[in-house]
């Protein structure tokens, strides 16, 4: 009875070690928040937003109107640098947002951020500050 009870055990014991070592299996379409490489602009965020600096218009209505703020955008960083789902989550006029972007759409790709050292897609939230 003894080497029955033991075999159970011993058999019990593999059994659960076996289920312990599953791979995990990831999203390759997951949109990641956080990673340890963040995105960055290809030629660095100060030549970004000179980028953005140099071709913004300011819409003529805003401008007669003295509208001024800052136009927060989501976008997500793709896995070869190009910026998707690009939307305004907050801005003082819907022209500003717009014309933010238009500018940003344009601006060209990125670096894209990695995970685990793997490219992975990352939402990332983009300013832009409208001034008279």
Avoid: C
């Amino acid at each position: 009875m003894k080497k029955y009870f033991l075999l159970a055990i011993l058999l019990f014991a593999n059994i659960s070690l076996k289920a312990q070592n599953t791979v995990a299996i990831t999203d390759t379409n997951a949109v990641y928040t956080a990673v340890e490489v963040q995105p960055v602009p290809t030629n660095g965020s100060a030549a970004f937003y000179k980028y953005i600096t140099d071709h913004i218009q300011y819409p003529a209505r805003e401008k007669a109107d003295h509208v001024q703020g800052k136009v927060i955008m989501q976008v997500v960083v793709e896995r070869d640098g190009s910026l998707t789902d690009i939307k305004v989550v907050r801005t003082p006029a819907e022209a500003l947002g717009i014309e933010a972007v238009r500018v940003v759409k344009a601006a060209g790709n990125w670096t894209p951020g990695t995970q685990g050292g793997i490219k992975r897609r990352v939402q990332y939230f983009i300013p832009v500050n409208f001034v008279l």
